[in-house]
């Protein structure tokens, strides 16, 4: 969600004649887009910052050029002044919501930047109202934000904090935004939102909408070739969306779908409302509806109060479902949250531990699904070039990325590969001639 706000962003200062650029020691204004989600994120920024400083401190001294730094995201909502009081070169801090207003704050720096301006608010206005209709150049795939922010509360969770109260746009602006990016040559769009399934709208003649019956009418656009949609809650995994995956072929057979722990309590504990059994239960309702589907989620270790035994229950429900790919964590503190003042809090060697086991079980569930796809055929989509000269980068239906030889004039298009070797994150494939069959 961060590429596509830092690309809405870029949009936005198009009008007023920025353009990006990849030349930091050179640029006029750099806008650091943050996370907040763990602590290393968020620190992240402030080693950045004192980068930056380095560079605003040359351009003046040694070009007499004022540099605006802009701090957007979500540490920037979560941290807000404590950011300028820490980093006084920073010029401007600007939430997830209200980025909108970036130009409106730029013209309102005085020339020499005497000022620091903070905008962190929850605006009663919607933010994608405000944003230019008009979107800069995107890849062949390409990110739509249709849903953000969070009504769930998990007890580790800042997203409901820093992104606000759950908002679904409406079907005619992702209607709109769809088909603009296909007009520039999208042909791969990933739905986004925090809980992408929680989606709602209003269709034609006053229905309601879930992701399920947007993606059947995203499926009609005729050059859209490929539908993805991330990240989404168990908890909606409606019949309708499960529908979606049986009859959109359009829509790939690769679900990142989170469970955190594989234990009861824990899934208690961090109120996520659902059991590992109705999760499998899931699972499987997906497979009949689409049996190559596969499945990918996120784990974290060590959240407070997980034993050995909560672990091990983690350790055997990955083992049940096979996972495609995963992201695992440490749990991480993050204050202002209810687990945060949880005693039982988990020593840091332990999730150490266990996120090596967690991450070795994973790592080799991943290898061999990789591995199963060698032989196979793939349609692919051609994204970019790749790193040996004459070599292609595309994304297979499960997002693995695969390399190949082939003419530059297919990026963006198309093509039906064939895998030839897998490694733990890529595949190696070639072209499939179509004669080899007949
Ligand atoms: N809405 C999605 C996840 C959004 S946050 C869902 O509910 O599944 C992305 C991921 O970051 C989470 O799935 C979780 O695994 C991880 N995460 C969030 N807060 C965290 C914390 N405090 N410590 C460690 N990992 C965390
Ligand atoms: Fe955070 Fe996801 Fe839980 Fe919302 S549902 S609080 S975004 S982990």
Redesign the pocket.
């Known amino acids: 969600m961060n590429v596509y706000d830092s690309d809405r962003m870029k949009d936005s200062l198009e009008p007023l004649g920025y353009q990006e650029s990849s030349d930091l020691q050179n640029a006029d204004m750099i806008v650091i887009n943050t996370c907040h989600?763990?602590e290393k994120a968020s620190e992240k920024v402030f080693s950045e910052l004192g980068r930056l400083r380095k560079v605003k401190q040359r351009a003046q001294q040694e070009q007499n050029r004022q540099v605006k730094i802009v701090v957007a995201g979500c540490v920037a909502q979560a941290e807000g002044e404590e950011i300028t009081k820490r980093a006084p070169w920073v010029d401007i801090v600007v939430g997830p919501q209200t980025y909108h207003r970036l130009p409106d704050l730029v013209a309102k720096l005085d020339p020499f930047q005497r000022n620091r301006l903070i905008d962190i608010d929850f605006p009663p206005e919607i933010k994608f109202d405000f944003l230019p209709e008009k979107l800069g150049k995107r890849g062949p795939a390409a990110f739509l934000s249709i849903q953000e922010g969070?009504d769930k509360f998990?007890s580790?969770?800042v997203?409901p904090y820093t992104r606000g109260a759950e908002f679904s746009r409406s079907v005619q602006k992702i209607m709109d935004e769809a088909k603009s990016l296909i007009s520039s040559g999208t042909k791969e769009i990933t739905l986004l939102g925090?809980?992408v399934n929680a989606w709602h709208g209003v269709g034609p003649g006053g229905k309601d909408w879930g992701l399920g019956r947007l993606i059947f009418a995203l499926a009609e656009l005729p050059e859209l070739e490929r539908i993805r949609y991330t990240?989404s809650?168990p908890l909606d995994m409606d019949d309708e969306l499960i529908n979606a995956h049986a009859e959109v072929n359009k829509l790939m057979p690769y679900l990142h779908l989170?469970i955190?722990s594989g234990s009861d309590k824990i899934l208690h504990a961090m109120n996520r409302r659902h059991t590992v059994l109705e999760y499998l239960n899931i699972i499987d309702r997906l497979r009949s509806a689409r049996s190559d589907i596969a499945m990918s989620s996120?784990?974290?270790v060590g959240f407070p109060g997980e034993t050995d035994k909560d672990f091990a229950n983690t350790l055997n429900l990955i083992d049940k479902v096979g996972y495609a790919s995963a992201?695992s964590?440490?749990?991480?503190v993050?204050p202002g949250t209810p687990a945060a003042s949880k005693s039982l809090q988990v020593p840091e060697d332990v999730k150490s531990d266990r996120l090596l086991s967690l991450q070795q079980l994973l790592d080799a569930q991943q290898f061999a699904f990789n591995k199963k796809c060698e032989t196979k055929k793939f349609d692919v989509l051609v994204e970019q070039k790749g790193e040996r000269k004459g070599q292609l980068s595309a994304r297979t239906p499960y997002m693995q990325s695969a390399y190949f030889d082939g003419p530059e004039s297919l990026i963006g298009k198309m093509t039906q590969i064939k895998i030839s070797f897998a490694r733990k994150n890529s595949l190696s494939a070639e072209i499939f001639n179509q004669k080899e069959v007949i």
Do not use: A, M
Not at 329 to 332: I, L, Q, R, V
């Open positions: 989600i763990r969070c998990c580790f969770c997203v925090q809980n990240t809650h989170p955190q996120d784990f974290i992201y964590f440490k749990y991480s993050r």
